[in-house]
């Protein structure tokens, strides 16, 4: 409907034209953005889109940072960057500002284009590669201060969503390559989203899949039983083992392999590959981003049977019993330490070990929760039935801490006269993929519907005369009383004027014909309730008009 409207146009994939239609929405949330955060104690700035690569090289980010990240030689064959956040740019410009705690706390942000080449954009300005942000940047002495920081972003967000009439949830995420402790996303709920959000209606837990946590029960063995080598052919599968040995789920341990690409500790510049091994309880499902976080992978992808097999173990029959993992990266979820006598896979084709525990018969590794969170789970604070929904992220929210500012060498001088690195926040929210989602919320079979917030102009008018001279008149009082006022006086028939100003959408709809001339009156309708009409005469049309822009 974006599309069709003429708010924007398609260029190239994920890139988009913003029309004149589309550039004004645009410019209407980022004024709400912009008095929001100014009002947190923001100072507005501008980094460039093309950044040298020393700085990206700075954090490291230049080489852990796949093809989505754009690199380029200039004219002097210096390595340069697209950039596709500014946390870099933002270090080094306070950098050269900041040297002493008296110049702290500070807050700079920007409203800026981006370049992410995503490669799979998709559903309009929901995902693409170029694209506009508000991020943000604040500088601190301490963790009170960011906290403050961020709490302060946390509120302004919520005001900010509820000025452009988006309803957001604010859930746990995980930080990715921002890297920090502490992360929040906004998600608008909606079944295009490719979040998956997992909340607990009982208490209000909420956290992004990635990250989400739920209370594991037991399988109810409380005497570790001797280990016992069975055959089980064919049972390559948990629901084939539990059919043959008459088991369930919660009673087998299942193996998830991953090849991950690894930084090398004594050069960042080089990547290693290994075998991520996840061991976890049969009836859970490995967590890919929880697997990434625990074995600190910077990429992964599904392991090849001939890579599972190096390390010793055998394909649907595998575990860590009798494998070789000097050379692979062990994670093991709670939920396998914390259940006793598991059936795990034996390393021998048609064979499984009945009673295995972890401690007794096999440990080592990283033991973390890396299980996938799902709906009916049962929630971690409260003990109810968790629920889930999709959702898309229009904003986020990192406590970063020290890891830019070291990597920048950015330190100021405390009241003790002591060098300490400054604690960062990061803040963001995509502007484009706001309004794509504002046209999926506010949105009808005949076209969008946006609110008088975002919407280009408060009101469309309508000419059903030949002789346009009186709507003239109406349209010059309009503007002359500063309301904003699309005016169509289009030598079209009534049928396309009307499908016309319902698929753009603004919110009132001023509609004058000959009838109405003769009557000095003009038809008045709001978008959002095209059956309720009403009658205004030219000489209360302002004052009415006036009245529903104040409602």
């Known amino acids: 409907m974006l599309l069709r409207a003429g708010y924007i146009k398609q260029i190239g994939s994920g890139i988009f034209d913003l029309l004149p239609f589309g550039f004004k929405a645009i410019k209407k949330i980022e004024n709400i953005i912009r008095e929001e955060i100014n009002a947190i104690g923001g100072q507005e700035v501008q980094f460039p889109v093309i950044n040298p690569a020393d ?82 940047y604040s500088f601190d002495k301490d963790i009170s201060g960011l906290e403050k920081q961020y709490k302060a972003h946390y509120d302004a967000y919520f005001k900010i969503f509820g000025r452009l009439g988006l309803k957001v949830l604010a859930v746990l995420s995980d930080s990715g390559m921002m890297g920090g402790k502490i992360s929040h996303e906004y998600m608008y709920l909606s079944p295009l989203g490719e979040d998956t959000i997992i909340h607990c209606d009982e208490c209000g837990y909420t956290a992004n899949k990635q990250v989400a946590k739920f209370k594991k029960d037991t399988n109810g063995e409380t005497t570790e039983k001797p280990i016992e080598k069975v055959k089980t052919p064919h049972a390559k599968t948990i629901d084939e083992l539990c059919e043959l040995l008459k088991i369930r789920p919660n009673q087998t341990a299942k193996a998830v392999f991953m090849m991950g690409e690894f930084e090398c500790k004594n050069d960042p510049t080089k990547h290693a590959n290994k075998l991520i091994v996840a061991i976890i309880r049969g009836d859970y499902d490995v967590e890919e981003s929880k697997l990434s976080l625990a074995s600190r992978a910077l990429s992964m992808r599904p392991a090849q049977d001939d890579e599972i097999k190096a390390c010793g173990m055998i394909p649907g029959f595998a575990s860590p019993l009798g494998a070789k993992l000097d050379d692979a990266v062990l994670v093991v979820d709670e939920s396998v330490r914390d259940n006793k006598n598991l059936v795990a896979g034996a390393n021998e084709d048609g064979f499984h070990y009945l009673n295995t525990n972890y401690g007794r018969d096999w440990n080592g590794g990283i033991v973390a929760d890396i299980a996938s969170a799902k709906n009916g789970y049962i929630c971690p604070k409260c003990g109810k039935p968790l629920s889930a929904d999709r959702g898309i992220e229009v904003g986020n929210i990192f406590q970063l801490g020290t890891r830019y500012s070291e990597s920048f060498g950015l330190y100021f001088q405390d009241e003790n006269g002591k060098r300490q690195p400054v604690i960062m926040g990061s803040y963001g929210i995509g502007v484009g993929r706001t309004l794509g989602c504002l046209a999926e919320e506010y949105s009808d079979e005949k076209g969008l519907k946006l609110p008088l917030s975002v919407s280009p102009y408060a009101v469309h008018l309508v000419s059903l005369l030949k002789d346009n001279t009186e709507c003239d008149k109406i349209y010059d009082e309009l503007i002359k009383n500063h309301i904003e006022t699309l005016y169509d006086d289009r030598s079209e028939n009534a049928g396309v004027k009307f499908a016309d100003a319902e698929l753009i959408g603004c919110p009132i709809i001023i509609t004058l014909g000959s009838r109405g001339l003769k009557e000095r009156k003009v038809e008045l309708k709001l978008r959002k309730n095209l059956d309720e009409k009403i009658d205004v005469s030219f000489d209360d049309l302002i004052t009415k008009v006036k009245e529903l822009i104040e409602g």
């Open 55 to 136: 700085l990206w090289k700075e954090t490291g980010r230049y080489y852990s940072i796949g093809s989505e990240l754009t690199r380029f030689n200039d004219r002097g064959n210096r390595d340069m960057v697209l950039a596709m956040t500014h946390e870099e740019c933002a270090t080094d410009a306070a950098f050269s500002q900041i040297d002493s705690y008296k110049k702290l706390p500070q807050l700079i942000y920007q409203i800026q284009t981006k370049w992410r080449d995503d490669p799979r954009p998709r559903a309009g300005l929901i995902r693409v590669r170029e694209f506009t942000m508000k991020d943000s």
